[in-house]
């Protein structure tokens, strides 16, 4: 099997951060078909689920790193 060595080093994602990622793409597309229709209420449905995405990817990221943290400061105190 193959393996990229740039895919290997990537963290990974937690559940929160791709939630995030389909809100904010899904809220993308809201906007844009209620945008191109005239449809505001669709429009800004999109508008506050791609800035929920946002708030959902930023708490995952921010849980993801705290993790890195701890286990980098557990792999020390082992050292």
Known sequence: MYLIPEVMQMPTRNRDEIRGRIDQAAGEVKQRIGRAKGDTQLEN???????????EHGFGEARRKV???IEDAGDKIKR
């Not at 449905?45 to 708030?55: C, K, L, P, S, W």
């Open 45 to 55: 449905e999109g508008v506050d689920q791609r800035n929920t995405g946002d708030i």
């Open 67 to 69: 993790g890195e943290a």
